[in-house]
């Protein structure tokens, strides 16, 4: 679960890129977080993820506050970021391995996780080379890896699709919904507007720091007495502001 009460935060003081944004995303659900450039999106996460400080507001996952118990609160989420060049000198095993021992995943565990992994994303093979000489989409399964080794409750992930072949993509969505169903969540942002209408239970539409909607797709539908493509409900929700 995750919690986003009231917060703001904005840059050199005058451009407010999150404006009292106040969130839940519930056990249970894939959620999506969607707008355009610049709206806000990678500003959230990391301000959820701990990376940024809010100015204001309070934000907790699964009931720890990033604020004030930073440690209980990353041992809830796994974090997939927009930009996957990490790490870059070492090998795909050796990150994943990292990824492992700073979580604690005891060594029987995770050499299973692993093997799964890499299986189901296509890397096994490549899991001895270095991450400098992966492809984008490799390295972003590797990051994807790393984070789902030490199975965190709560998977917080910025554009993840972006760049993944069809295959791994759909692996990924086929993962986050198991995810999802098994009773946990999954909190992802996109400007893929069709992506998150087949996969997400709800959304939030996010633009100038400012959440427009918030709910399921058929109540945005309803909202908007409109059965058009999300793509034109998008234009209708942003094109007054
Ligand atoms: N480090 C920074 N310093 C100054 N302004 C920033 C910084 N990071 C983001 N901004 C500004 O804050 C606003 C929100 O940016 P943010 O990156 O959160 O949007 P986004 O929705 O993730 O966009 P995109 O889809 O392009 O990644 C934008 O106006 C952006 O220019």
New binding site residues.
Partial sequence: MIELVDVTKS??GT?K?VDRLTLTVPRGEIFGFL??????????IKMITGIVRPDQGTIRVNGKDIGTEPLEAKRQFGYVP?SPDLFLRLKGLEYVTFMADMYGVPQDVRKERIARLAERFDMTDALSDPIQSYSHGMRQKIVIMGVLVHHPEVWILDEPLTGLDPKSAFTLKEMMREHADSGRTVFF?T?VLEVAEKLCDRVAI?NK?VILFCGTFKEMQEHFRSSESLERLFLELTKHE
């Fill in positions: 840059y050199n451009v890129a707008g355009p450039n610049g709206a806000g999106k990678t500003t959230t927009d942002s400007h996010i720091g």
